[in-house]
């Protein structure tokens, strides 16, 4: 049984069932069971479902809320704006573009090969393994569910242990908007579960968690040359130059680091600002993350945090700093924290290096570590200096500039004059660089990565033979000079086309 407890309130909710060990081979058999008939669909017969789930869940976004909220300890607020919204948002972007993403895509097809046609269609890989983690345990688990779904396939989703409660409500939601039974099956348990559910040879596996976790999985896919896609964590920078807005970049400053309790692959997890107007920025930051408010109140903008060894890396990471000679500019040293709560307060911390593990570690807690630089080349250089590349931002007022310093990140994504907001566009691909990650999903590439992509061409089949078929003799000297022509500088076009007709007198 999985334990459920509200972190934000303490309160202890219902157990959650554990999936056993060694049912993972019957989950296949009825994944498999259940696909044949799904990949029968056709994307739009498919699509009908999807939209009986879009207005389901569009009819119960209290229900929804208050079981995020329960399970992660986040505001209500929050977990409507960035859990709910964005999967409620992606559903109907599926059931806008699926079919023309998914349905055959004719292509063109080199004049070489006269008289052919050439496609590409999209086949479903079978069942996709899908394990998710507790931060966002709504939009993180769904949207690669719905994308594995809309292309043909079968799921099994494993949701965090730490977020049972959101896993038995996608359960129910795909119960209740009737899709078939089976096609989406929630095993509900932890690591060892996962790794069991690996070792049954799944047809694709969507990762979302740690590097660490990421790179085991990885390597038990890559003994059974399973593919893989891996949304790992981030240590994303942010980098404000003095022509920016400041007042607008402090206050995405203190979003991007705060929300969700700074519990986001792609928070504001390091700040450079440069040095002329690093003062005013710090003052600005210092104010308005004095004045958020923490609780468990629909109003509040804070909530605790999730997951109660998160709350120890946080303190581990602050502790170093600190030893290290950075200074807290707002928030609480960790000797002072409470050990009985799970609120920490948010975080903000001056005087800081690129050596401190708060510079280069994933933290996934409520820190902003903000350092000046001088030059564009340096800002450049601190924001690439870690071993993650998720995703990134840019404030200036020169947008020419801007677009300079992103094209020089080694990121998956950025935004410019504003946070974390590529991955609310469904049209935009998201994934990482470096440590953040493998592979793409959203957009085109989120539905036809769970496809086999199959590249077909066609032919009348009324010829008898093909140019570049044997006999071979006879053929050498005409392809070279039909090859020079149609590929090099010189254009002999006479000499190409009886190059060509003793090509064919070759081939009879
Ligand atoms: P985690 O790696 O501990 O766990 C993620 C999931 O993997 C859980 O369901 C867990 O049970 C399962 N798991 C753990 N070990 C496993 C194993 N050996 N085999 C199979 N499954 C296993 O991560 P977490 O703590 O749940 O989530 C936080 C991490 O996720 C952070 O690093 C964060 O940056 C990252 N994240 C990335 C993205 C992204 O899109 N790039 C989004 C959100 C979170």
């Known amino acids: 049984m999985l334990k459920t407890i509200n972190p934000a309130t303490g309160t202890e909710m219902k157990e959650i069932e554990e999936v056993s060990l060694s049912s993972t081979a019957r989950i296949y058999q009825q994944a498999e069971q259940a696909q044949k008939d799904w990949q029968g669909k056709s994307v739009s017969e498919r699509l009908a479902y999807f939209q009986s789930l879009r207005l389901l869940m569009a009819s119960k976004l209290d229900q929804l809320s208050t079981i995020i909220h329960a399970d992660t300890g986040k505001p209500k607020a929050e977990a409507l704006a960035t859990d709910i919204m964005p999967v409620i948002d992606y559903i109907q972007h599926i059931e806008k573009t699926a079919e023309a993403s998914l349905n055959r895509q004719s292509q063109s097809t080199p004049v070489l090969f006269w008289g052919k046609k050439s496609y590409i269609e999209y086949m479903a890989r079978g069942t996709v393994l899908i394990i998710s983690p507790w931060n966002y345990p709504l939009q993180l688990s769904l949207i690669p569910v719905l994308s594995a779904l809309a292309g043909g396939n079968a799921v099994v989703l494993k949701p965090s242990e730490v977020t049972p409660l959101t896993g038995r409500l996608i359960e129910l939601l795909f119960k209740e908007s009737r899709f078939p039974d089976q096609i989406v099956q929630v095993a509900q348990g932890g690591k060892e579960l996962g790794e069991a559910l690996i070792k049954e040879k799944p047809d694709y596996i969507f990762f979302t968690g740690s590097v660490k976790t990421g790179k085991i999985i990885q390597e038990q896919a890559a003994r059974d040359l399973i593919p893989t896609t891996l949304e790992l964590g981030g240590k994303d920078p942010m980098i404000v130059f003095e022509d920016a807005n400041l007042e607008r970049a402090a206050k995405a400053a203190v979003w991007g680091a705060f929300t969700n309790s700074g519990q986001v692959c792609m928070s504001t997890e390091r700040v450079y600002v440069q040095r002329s107007v690093y003062q005013t920025f710090v003052r600005k930051v210092q104010e308005l993350t004095m004045n958020l408010k923490q609780g468990t109140s629909i109003h509040d903008d804070l909530g605790s945090m999730t997951f109660p060894k998160q709350i120890q890396i946080v303190k581990e990471q602050v502790e170093d700093a600190l030893n290290k000679g950075a200074v807290l500019a707002a928030g609480d040293a960790p000797e002072n924290w409470d050990n009985d709560s799970m609120f920490i307060k948010p975080m903000v911390l001056l005087n800081v290096n690129q050596e401190m593990?708060?510079?280069?570690?994933?933290?996934?807690?409520?820190?902003?570590?903000?350092?000046?630089?001088?030059?564009?080349?340096?800002?450049i250089?601190?924001?690439n200096g870690t071993s993650y590349g998720l995703n990134a931002s840019v404030w200036s007022g020169d947008m020419e500039k801007a677009e300079r310093v992103v094209a020089s990140l080694v990121t998956g994504n950025a935004a410019i004059n504003d946070v974390m907001l590529t991955v609310m566009n469904p049209n935009l691909p998201f994934g990482g660089a470096k440590n953040s990650g493998i592979g793409r999903y959203h957009g085109e590439q989120g539905l036809r990565i769970f496809c086999h992509e199959k590249s077909v061409m066609t032919d009348s089949g009324k010829r008898n033979t093909e140019i570049q078929w044997f006999p071979y003799k006879g053929k050498y000297?005409?392809?070279?000079?039909?090859?020079?022509?149609?590929?090099?500088?010189?254009?002999?076009?006479?000499?190409?086309?009886?190059?060509?007709?003793?090509?064919?007198?070759?081939?009879?």
């Open 477 to 508: 000297k005409p392809f070279k000079t039909l090859f020079q022509t149609m590929f090099g500088r010189n254009k002999n076009w006479k000499a190409a086309g009886q190059a060509y007709r003793e090509i064919m007198k070759a081939s009879k």
């Open 381 to 383: 250089e601190l924001a």
């Open 357 to 379: 593990d708060i510079m280069k570690e994933e933290t996934f807690g409520p820190v902003m570590p903000i350092m000046p630089f001088d030059r564009e080349e340096e800002a």
